[in-house]
């Protein structure tokens, strides 16, 4: 299995700019999809983004679209979240989970990271 550990979240103001990162240990971090998913207090988990095993195809959620980006290096075992323009909405709890497989469906992330605050200010 592979570990997950997310870092870099924070309070921000909006229109300001964060980047994720997680550190996988474990087996072979090119086997895996990588994707970041996000919780609201009060509200369901959310997909965010997610790359696939090459790196070359990446997949967002509209609400993202064009303000984040996720990139990986499988040289240095992480995957990142580049988070710009950022708004009170993007409010969350910010989990790196790893797939068996290139997905968009969140129910395919059989690992997860603890999770990173993510706070957005107006």
């Known amino acids: 299995q592979v570990q997950l550990v997310e870092s870099g979240g924070g309070l921000v103001q909006a229109g300001g700019s964060l980047r994720l990162s997680c550190a996988a240990s474990?087996?072979?971090?090119?086997?895996?999809?990588m994707g970041w998913i996000r919780q609201a207090p009060g509200k369901e988990r959310e997909f965010v983004a997610a790359i696939s095993r090459s790196g070359g195809n990446t997949a967002y959620a509209d609400s993202v679209k064009g303000r984040f980006t996720i990139s990986r290096d499988n040289g240095k075992n992480t995957v990142y979240l580049q988070m710009n323009s950022l708004k009170p909405e993007d409010t969350a709890v910010y989990y790196c989970?790893?797939?068996?497989?290139?997905?968009?469906?969140?129910?395919?992330?059989?690992?997860w990271g603890q999770g990173t605050q993510v706070t957005v200010s107006s």
């Open positions: 474990g087996r072979t971090f090119s086997w895996y999809g």
């Open positions: 989970a790893a797939a068996g497989t290139d997905s968009i469906n969140i129910d395919d992330y059989a690992y």
